[in-house]
């Protein structure tokens, strides 16, 4: 065995049906008292909920939580968060909320307490992405880390298929970075490999059965773990292009994610033998191919798969390419310019991932 290194991200993880309901304990169990409450404008009924658990004690709300956290937005809420005199933050949602409520914590040193209600992972790491002027830049801070997530199998029920299959891919992004990435240990392989399994066999049945209590949670499992690893190793091409192409294009998250993955993932396979045997194995009809897996799963999810139709420009081909290799990172293969960018221009126009790049 490599030697290695392990860190564990000190986050309190509460989970089950109806955990909403041991909010006000959480609280309390911080000492706490005097919660501001976060929601993107489609979750303002989730957080009337909220409003209904905690009782007279919420200080504040603001409802205007914004894909890819817009700093302007973020400045906005502040002023209200410092306002109420609040002693600490509770996000209800998806990525959005969790981000702002990030952004929040980091600027004010308030106790962060989430309930994720999509399976995008943002919760469980310390990494903080935030947009200002069209341009996405991102942190990574112990501090950033909320330091309570309340998962609520009963806030997934009702998330439509379309978007728990570009979450659960999403999630499982994380993981199959996390299994070829610089700073990989036993720890995060093991996680990296249980998560995968729990969300590719959990998602192509929420798609004909969207109210399987048991594939919700197997799901939202799934995507606790997967999170964790995008918490506790660093990250490679298929991250940093989607926030590339998120940040500077204005593309939805999960889809993003969703369409760049196995494309990304063929780039960088001649050189991660080990970590591709290992996502073969938690992917059902890999036959050894964990390319041949994941496009089988993607066909599964009956999702979208090329970015043209989430409103990308040809002509943004070239951009995008001249952006994902402008600034350097770590990846377990070279970035280079033209191979990149025929893995954008395949993204782009919808193709099957193929390991020939």
Same mark, same amino acid.
């Given at each position: 065995m490599d030697s290695f290194e392990y860190n564990s991200n000190p986050a309190r993880i509460v989970f089950g049906s109806g955990t909403i309901k041991k909010v006000p304990e959480e609280l309390a169990r911080a000492k706490v008292s005097k919660p501001f409450l976060l929601s993107t404008p489609q979750q303002v009924s989730h957080v009337d909920l909220l409003n209904n658990v905690l009782g007279n004690i919420v200080v504040g709300t603001f409802t205007e939580a914004t894909m890819h956290t817009p700093v302007e937005v973020t400045e906005r809420a502040l002023e209200q968060l410092k306002s109420s005199g609040a002693d600490s933050i509770v996000s209800i949602g998806g990525g959005s909320t969790v981000g702002l409520g990030k952004a929040l914590s980091i600027r004010t040193g308030l106790f962060h307490l989430t309930i994720p209600t999509t399976y995008a992972g943002s919760e469980v790491t310390p990494i903080l992405g935030e947009t200002d002027a069209g341009k996405k830049t991102t942190r990574s801070d112990p501090r950033i880390l909320p330091s309570t997530v309340v998962y609520d199998v009963d806030f997934t029920m009702t998330l439509p298929a379309g978007l728990t299959a570009t979450s659960g891919v999403n999630a499982i992004a994380h993981a199959v970075e996390a299994l070829y990435a610089r700073n990989t240990n036993p720890v995060i392989n093991l996680l990296a490999q249980e998560g995968v399994k729990a969300l590719a066999n959990s998602l192509p049945i929420l798609i004909s059965e969207p109210s399987s209590q048991a594939a919700r949670t197997s799901a939202l499992y799934g995507a606790w773990l997967c999170g964790t690893c995008l918490g506790s190793v660093g990250m490679s091409i298929h991250h940093k292009l989607c926030h590339t192409l998120g940040g500077s294009f204005n593309l939805p998250h999960s889809e993003t994610h969703t369409i760049v993955l196995p494309h990304a993932l063929s780039y960088n396979a001649p050189k991660v033998p080990a970590a591709m045997e290992a996502l073969a194995k938690a992917l059902p009809e890999s036959e050894g191919d964990a390319i041949k897996g994941l496009n089988a799963?993607?066909?599964?999810?009956?999702? &979208?798969?090329?970015?043209? @139709?989430?409103?990308?420009? #040809?002509?943004?081909?070239?951009?995008?390419?001249?952006?994902?290799?402008?600034?350097?990172?770590?990846?377990?293969?070279?970035?280079?310019?033209?191979?990149?960018? &025929?893995?954008?221009?395949? @993204?782009?126009?919808?193709? #099957?991932?193929?390991a020939d790049l």
């Open positions: 799963l993607l066909k599964k999810l009956k999702v &979208e798969r090329g970015l043209k @139709a989430l409103g990308m420009q #040809e002509s943004d081909i070239d951009k995008a390419a001249d952006i994902a290799v402008g600034n350097p990172y770590w990846n377990p293969r070279p970035i280079e310019r033209g191979p990149i960018r &025929e893995l954008i221009r395949r @993204a782009w126009a919808g193709e #099957e991932a193929r």
